[in-house]
């Protein structure tokens, strides 16, 4: 009998954990890709206005030529002129290839190369570099609200090998997520001060504007940062981002197309500022309904004719 209450024991146990496991994964899904993914079927009516954007720009592998121009805003606008990051970089890899979203304006691949070269000196061994945009930026079919017009950069929160990756490494090699189970503080098994230094690094480069963070490694960055916190306001809360950053770039000098989003408030954002990120009601919001997603008449007037252009 006491056997059987041992093993009742050691079943909720297992249940219970596997249950945070997958919480975790939902909250900052990195799924893994394929070696040959499938091209999407075409669409019955891809002219009809109902038709969400993201299902044209998803569709289209190539980017859209000339000067590269970041169009509208960084959740409602597209791409002209992309260059992709070369999967291979002397200081980072690119990861999930299959999704061929390593597409950027200029500027944010001159960023990705000034990262990666400058987190070396603080000891990080190269980047492990996740979405950027799609071939002519707009709405993704998965994951990302923002990462429209070639100005945004996941960077994962493991680092680079010492050996260049395979496809398959690319594609099923999983993330290190740095937040404890219960997302109240980072994982102290995983979580270590060259984290610190790889975030302060994009924080310091001047064409950064934002950087989005899991709630706890805010908190543990506001606690850890020590006496140098001028970087500290750029690092701003937002839910999952616990395998990987997600870093703004402002929009390049000169792009008259692109919409600014106001740039974060110059106070470090620790203390009462994060407490309304660890409520319950926070930390486990009820359901709720999603929103349409965006048709291309909610984009700016050339992003029809960017997606539309073979
Ligand atoms: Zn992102």
Redesign the pocket.
């Known amino acids: 009998m006491r056997a059987a209450a041992r093993l009742l024991a050691v079943f909720i146990l297992v249940a219970v954990s596997s249950a945070v496991a997958q919480e975790k994964h939902l909250i900052d899904p990195t799924p893994p890709g394929s070696l040959n993914p499938e091209p999407l079927p075409p669409l019955q009516n891809p002219d009809a206005p109902s038709t969400p954007a993201k299902e044209l720009f998803a569709r289209k592998s190539t980017p859209f030529p000339g000067p590269p121009r970041s169009i509208g805003g960084y959740f409602d606008g597209c791409l002209a002129g992309a260059v992709p990051l070369p999967i291979t970089g002397p200081g980072w890899q690119v990861m999930r290839l299959s999704r061929n979203r390593n597409w950027g304006n200029p500027q944010l691949v001159r960023f990705i190369e000034r990262f990666a070269e400058n987190a070396k000196k603080v000891d990080w061994n190269g980047l492990l570099v ?2 950027m945009s799609q071939p002519r930026g707009g709405p993704m079919l998965s ?2 609200k ?2 429209q017009i070639g100005l ?3 960077v994962w929160f493991k680092p680079m090998p010492d050996h260049v990756q395979s496809r398959e490494e690319r594609e099923f090699g999983s993330a290190a997520d740095v937040v404890a189970p219960d997302q109240l503080d980072v994982d102290p098994e995983v979580w270590t001060p060259r984290h610190i230094g790889l975030i302060r690094t994009a924080a310091q480069d001047s064409a950064v504007v934002r950087i ?1 963070v899991n709630p706890a490694i805010k908190k543990a960055l506001c606690r850890e940062a020590g006496a140098d916190r001028a970087w500290l306001f750029k690092v701003r809360p937002w839910s999952g ?1 616990a395998e ?4 703004q770039i402002a929009c390049p000098a000169g792009s008259a197309e692109c919409k600014p989003q106001a740039p974060p408030r110059r106070s470090d954002g620790c203390g009462h500022d994060l407490e309304f990120w660890f409520k319950e009601s926070t930390l486990h919001p009820p359901p709720s309904k999603p929103k349409p997603p965006l048709t291309l008449a909610e984009l700016p007037t050339a992003c029809k004719h960017i997606v539309k252009a073979p």
Not at 244 to 247: A, E, I, K, S
């Open positions: 996740g979405d994951e990302h923002s990462h945004d950069v996941d989005l981002h990987h950053f997600h870093v």
